[in-house]
């Protein structure tokens, strides 16, 4: 087997593994922290992506700093979009099973609203640097990848920096792990929520970017996304920053070889008989602690 | 005033005249009695939105010329037009309520070729007569009697134009090793049968031969293996998506064969417009085209440019309109919309349509009908056969641009 095949295709699953992770950090802490499994997570992602192709198209703005854009922008959507729909529902019984099903409609209507603004017609986010490469040696490394990894790096750091380091953030992991005692020493819950809410909604912009950069993208395209999302969730562990960021490389790598070693038409096979494996052996994820 | 009994009788009979005259002109755009139903499904959002949309844009088109002129058999047309989502579960359910619900006249074709391979079977069930694009040639050779492809979209004959042309390259100027990529669904596969067939005629190598399941995520593996393995043609058989990963990755990693052959995704305008530069020189296939000199042609061209500011009619938009200029001729032929009537009719005549006229075998298939094409300078450029030229094709392919 030819070296530079294997390690070209190790570079690109990983880089690709990463950007899934930042995709899918935000849908893991909202299922963490709220017990939302928030179907509608994609569609943001997209709403990022297209809002990174219009940025770009008319503007001339990079997707890089249209990144720095949205996520205030999508941010202050999400607080109001929690009011609007997320609390109420936070009152059901079954907040997982309520939640899906609201968030499912969230996303038709999502999906219905990108296509009627930005049609049903494929995309292609193609800044100058689109289809170029670093080239080291016999190795390429892809722009496109490489920003894609460095966004989804700088995104999933900051994320778990901000969880750890500050008063918010460890308010958060407070409610995820023990929230009747985080209430008790005057935690609001419900702002927790909400910013929980926010935070995850702006890592799925960013990380819908990130993934516009490196394939195409239409309308429905966040159903597809969102198997890559139970993917790294589950393998990296529902709540966890650092799995899903894992999980990520892990099925990168996975892919990666996978696409080296073995026809191509195994792959699919392969990455998701992992999540097969996991959810039998490993439902709690990578990771036998829970947390963030 | 007081009218004498004969003047009365006289505006009587003059107005008995002139009312007879109005029913018997035939007035443009008015026709009597209740409307002719067209019913069925398109693929309006999800995945094959953007395709299905086009065609319901190039069937409407369509109606309104109808309309304008009378209708069909004397009577307006209309269509009941449901949304599958892209869904072929669905595009069956909506066309046996169609025909068995709304008990519409006419049944519509349907688009994706999955879609539409599912439903022929249902029509023959109703004995509706079904124009469509079909499911490629297994769809055909199932023994239906009520299925037509006016045109067909046929995987097996997609690249015959495009190897037509090739084979008038002489010899030690052809690619020698191919590299072959393809999708793993009924269409991807249908394409192998005239690659396999023509690599053999043309001595070319097929070095790689592989299949990938959607979605392809990542093309760096296939280009390296292609690149290390010196293929100087890459076919790549897949749709919009797996196309885009392709070439973004081909040319990010240097790979430059003599020629890149793309299936379906190359056609669709998204590719010209999305991908610029890097989307010129590409090869493909095509059974319709505006750039055809067949009569329609023209005008479609000049209402897409007025609506929606495009030079030529998207492939999707002719599709919708020559099915259902193939459907408006075997009604006015059968001059009745008795189903079997109106099947035995395109059996035994001719249509035209705008993508040149054709007559069906037993099958419900024309003689085959492919272009070949090249994306040249942002435009899809008929290469081959030479008669329909309107563009020498560019090969070897030039280098990426920077």
Redesign the interface.
Same mark, same amino acid.
């Given at each position: 087997m *030819?070296a530079? #095949?294997i390690f070209?295709?190790l570079?690109? !699953?990983i880089m690709?593994g990463m950007v899934y992770a930042l995709l899918g950090v935000g849908f893991s802490l909202t299922w963490g922290v709220m017990h939302v499994i928030h179907i509608s997570h994609g569609a943001f992602g997209l709403l990022g992506a297209y809002a990174a192709y219009s940025l770009l198209q008319y503007f001339g703005v990079d997707p890089i700093a249209s990144a720095a854009m949205s996520v205030p922008l999508l941010f202050l959507m999400a607080c109001g979009l929690y009011q609007l729909l997320i609390r109420p529902i936070t009152r059901a019984k079954n907040i997982i099973m309520a939640s899906m099903i609201l968030t499912f409609g969230l996303a038709i209507i999502l999906? +219905?609203i990108m296509?009627l603004i930005w049609?049903? *017609?494929?995309?292609?986010l193609?800044p100058a640097y689109?289809? !170029?490469?670093l080239?080291v040696g016999p190795f390429?490394f892809?722009?496109?990848h490489l920003v894609g990894f460095g966004l989804s790096l700088v995104g999933i750091t900051a994320l778990y920096l901000f969880l750890k380091k500050t008063y918010t953030g460890m308010a958060v992991r407070a409610a995820w792990q023990q929230p009747e005692a985080a209430r008790l020493y005057g935690v609001n819950l419900f702002q927790i929520s909400m910013i929980t809410f926010a935070l995850a909604v702006s890592t799925a912009g960013a990380g819908g970017i990130c993934l516009a950069l #490196? +394939?195409?993208f239409?309308?429905?395209s966040h159903n #597809?996304w969102l198997i890559y999302l139970f993917l790294v969730v589950i393998v990296g562990g529902v709540g966890n920053v650092i799995g899903t960021a894992l999980a990520g490389l892990i099925i990168g790598v996975i892919? !990666?070889l996978s696409?080296?070693f073995l026809?191509?038409?195994w792959? +699919? #096979?392969v990455t998701f008989g992992l999540l097969m494996v996991f959810l039998i052996f490993r439902p709690h994820g990578i990771f036998k602690q829970e947390g963030l | 005033m007081k009218v004498k009994r004969g003047n009365f009788f006289s505006l009587l009979v003059i107005a008995a005249i002139i009312c007879s005259f109005t029913l018997m002109t035939p007035a443009v755009g008015f026709s009597a009695g209740k409307p002719i139903v067209i019913g069925g499904s398109l693929p309006l959002? $999800? &995945?094959y @939105? =953007?395709t $299905? /949309?086009w065609i319901e844009k190039g069937m409407r088109f369509w109606a309104d010329e109808i309309n304008s002129k009378g209708g069909m058999l004397g009577r307006t047309v209309e269509f009941k037009i449901y949304d599958d989502q892209?869904d072929v579960g669905k595009a069956v359910t909506f066309a046996e309520k169609a025909i068995t619900v709304d008990k519409v006249d006419l049944l519509f074709g349907g688009y994706p070729g999955t879609a539409a391979r599912a439903v022929m079977p249902v029509a023959e069930k109703h004995k509706f007569v079904y124009v469509s694009m079909g499911g490629h040639m297994k769809s055909f050779e199932q023994g239906y009697t009520y299925s037509f492809g006016a045109p067909p979209l046929m995987g097996e004959w997609w690249y015959e134009g495009f190897f037509h042309w090739l084979a008038t390259v002489p010899a030690d100027k052809r690619p020698k090793r191919a590299a072959v990529?393809t999708i793993?669904n009924p269409v991807g596969l249908s394409l192998m049968d005239s690659i396999n067939r023509w690599t053999k005629k043309l001595n070319i190598e097929i070095v790689i031969n =592989?299949?990938?399941?959607a979605?392809l995520?990542?093309a760096? &593996?296939?280009i390296?293996?292609a690149k /290390?393995s010196r293929c100087d043609i890459l076919f790549a058989n897949g749709f919009?998506?797996d196309g885009?990963?392709t070439? %973004? @990755?081909a %040319?990010?990693? $240097?790979y430059n064969p003599k020629a890149i052959v793309q299936g379906i995704g190359s056609v669709?305008? &998204?590719w010209v %417009? =999305?991908? $610029?530069k890097?989307g010129d020189y590409v090869f493909s296939g095509t059974c319709l085209s505006g750039q055809l000199s067949y009569p329609g042609n023209d005008k479609l061209n000049a209402y897409v440019k007025k609506t929606y500011n495009l030079n030529e009619y998207p492939l999707y938009f002719g599709f919708g309109y020559s099915w259902m200029q193939t459907l408006e001729q075997a009604v006015a032929g059968a001059k009745v919309l008795d189903q079997t009537k109106i099947r035995d009719w395109l059996k035994a005549n001719k249509v035209n349509t705008i993508a040149g006229p054709m007559t069906f075998d037993k099958r419900g298939l024309p003689e085959p009908i492919n272009f070949g094409t090249q994306i040249i300078n942002g435009k899809v450029e008929l290469i081959s056969p030479k008669n329909v030229q309107t563009k020498e094709p560019v090969y070897p392919k030039p280098a990426?641009e920077k």
């Open positions: *030819d530079v #095949l070209q295709s570079i690109s !699953g690709m999906e +219905n296509a049609k049903a *017609d494929p995309r292609v193609t689109s289809s !170029g490469a080239i390429y892809q722009y496109p #490196l +394939n195409s239409e309308p429905h #597809l892919t !990666g696409m080296a026809p191509f038409q792959v +699919n #096979l | 959002t $999800g &995945a @939105a =953007e $299905g /949309q892209s990529y793993n =592989e299949k990938y399941n979605p995520t990542d760096t &593996a296939l390296v293996k /290390q919009f998506p885009v990963t070439m %973004k @990755a %040319k990010a990693l $240097g669709v305008p &998204a %417009k =999305e991908l $610029g890097d990426w």
